[in-house]
């Protein structure tokens, strides 16, 4: 099995295993409290330390939470990774109408403290803007930041699907370097690679978290003209590069961008992580890469 090493995220930290188990699906996964802490154990196992996971993510913070209780010393081998800032779908209609973003100072502090008593831990590894609110006054923002690692509550904070500028107004009021900028990689979606966000994250040596690097499953059953010449490719590619699986054919070109991203994992079956692990021992030749880029684009390069 391929060892799955502890990369940094950025010059100031933090260190995090090069695949990361997100934790997004989990209600689905169907398991009770012991499946949940036997999953995390094997892939503790494998090397992936990091987790994913977000206060709009259901009741997924609550199944996570519960599996560490049962073994509350797994925390010290982990890095926990949350998410803040989607006032999800309305509870009840007097509570609020619509879905919507909130990073006030406020709305900040409360998601952390709710998030770390889900999580049944008392800090985060790090704690990220989910999505850029168009309402974000980055002085707010940065405030609660820095009362969160004063506390100790986060150790490192990120955002997630942030433009570069987004990123870079909240950089310019922060004292410590921001961590990641967690967005969609995958064959099926290049926009980040193509919108200047991936040239900003290696510009300032920050690794981008890749998020649905499989695109969410659909890549293996949807049947759009896009995805039957990528799923041509990719069996093309499996056979060439001697690989067991398409997905980890993605993966690899996924981990290839020099970027340097730390690849999300989304599925709940163990081998199915273990096809991801064994990804990490391949390799893509540019060529191979961008067969990736034609068969997605669907015509040459210019
Ligand atoms: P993904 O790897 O693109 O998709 C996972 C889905 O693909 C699962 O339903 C999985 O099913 C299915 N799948 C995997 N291999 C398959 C195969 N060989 N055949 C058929 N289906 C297959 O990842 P994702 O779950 O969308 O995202 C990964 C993580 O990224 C999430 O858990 C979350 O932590 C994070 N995320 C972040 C954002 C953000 O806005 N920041 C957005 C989305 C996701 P099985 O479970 O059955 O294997």
Same mark, same amino acid.
């Given at each position: 099995m391929s060892e799955v090493k502890k990369v940094l995220m950025s010059p100031q930290g933090p260190s995090f295993s090069e695949l990361i188990q997100g934790y997004w699906r989990l209600a689905s996964w169907e398991m009770t409290a012991q499946q949940r802490l036997s999953f995390l154990s094997e892939h503790i196992e494998l090397g992936i330390t990091t987790v994913d996971n977000a206060a709009?993510?259901?009741n997924s913070e609550v199944l996570f939470g519960e599996a560490l209780k049962l073994?509350? +010393?797994?925390r010290n081998e982990i890095e926990i990774v949350s998410k803040f800032g989607i006032n999800g779908i309305p509870s009840s209609p007097e509570e609020r109408r619509v879905s919507h973003y909130d990073s006030s100072k406020e709305a900040i502090l409360t998601s952390a403290e709710n998030s770390l008593k889900r999580l049944n831990t008392?800090?985060?590894?790090a704690l990220l803007v989910h999505r850029p609110d168009f309402l974000m006054d980055a002085d707010q923002v940065a405030d609660a930041f820095s009362e969160l690692k004063q506390s100790g509550k986060v150790k490192h904070f990120g955002v997630s699907n942030f433009t570069t500028s987004q990123f870079d107004l909240l950089q310019s009021r922060?004292?410590? +370097?921001?961590?990641?900028?967690q967005v969609e990689i995958n064959p099926v979606n290049l926009v980040v690679l193509e919108d200047g966000t991936t040239d900003q994250l290696q510009q300032y040596r920050v690794r981008p978290m890749a998020w649905?690097?499989?695109a969410g499953g659909r890549i293996f059953f949807d049947n759009t003209e896009q995805m039957q010449r990528l799923r041509k490719t990719l069996i093309e590619l499996m056979v060439e590069m001697d690989a067991t699986s398409i997905e980890q054919v993605i993966f690899a070109w996924v981990l290839k961008h020099p970027s340097n991203p730390v690849a999300l994992i989304g599925s709940g079956k163990i081998s199915r992580v273990k096809q991801a692990v064994e990804a990490l021992s391949l390799s893509m030749t540019t060529e191979q890469w961008y067969r990736i880029w034609v068969a997605s684009k669907g015509c040459p390069v210019p």
């Amino acid at each position: 099995m391929s060892e799955v090493k502890k990369v940094l995220m950025s010059p100031q930290g933090p260190s995090f295993s090069e695949l990361i188990q997100g934790y997004w699906r989990l209600a689905s996964w169907e398991m009770t409290a012991q499946q949940r802490l036997s999953f995390l154990s094997e892939h503790i196992e494998l090397g992936i330390t990091t987790v994913d996971n977000a206060a709009i993510y259901g009741n997924s913070e609550v199944l996570f939470g519960e599996a560490l209780k049962l073994n509350p +010393s797994i925390r010290n081998e982990i890095e926990i990774v949350s998410k803040f800032g989607i006032n999800g779908i309305p509870s009840s209609p007097e509570e609020r109408r619509v879905s919507h973003y909130d990073s006030s100072k406020e709305a900040i502090l409360t998601s952390a403290e709710n998030s770390l008593k889900r999580l049944n831990t008392d800090y985060l590894d790090a704690l990220l803007v989910h999505r850029p609110d168009f309402l974000m006054d980055a002085d707010q923002v940065a405030d609660a930041f820095s009362e969160l690692k004063q506390s100790g509550k986060v150790k490192h904070f990120g955002v997630s699907n942030f433009t570069t500028s987004q990123f870079d107004l909240l950089q310019s009021r922060l004292d410590f +370097s921001l961590m990641t900028n967690q967005v969609e990689i995958n064959p099926v979606n290049l926009v980040v690679l193509e919108d200047g966000t991936t040239d900003q994250l290696q510009q300032y040596r920050v690794r981008p978290m890749a998020w649905s690097c499989l695109a969410g499953g659909r890549i293996f059953f949807d049947n759009t003209e896009q995805m039957q010449r990528l799923r041509k490719t990719l069996i093309e590619l499996m056979v060439e590069m001697d690989a067991t699986s398409i997905e980890q054919v993605i993966f690899a070109w996924v981990l290839k961008h020099p970027s340097n991203p730390v690849a999300l994992i989304g599925s709940g079956k163990i081998s199915r992580v273990k096809q991801a692990v064994e990804a990490l021992s391949l390799s893509m030749t540019t060529e191979q890469w961008y067969r990736i880029w034609v068969a997605s684009k669907g015509c040459p390069v210019p």
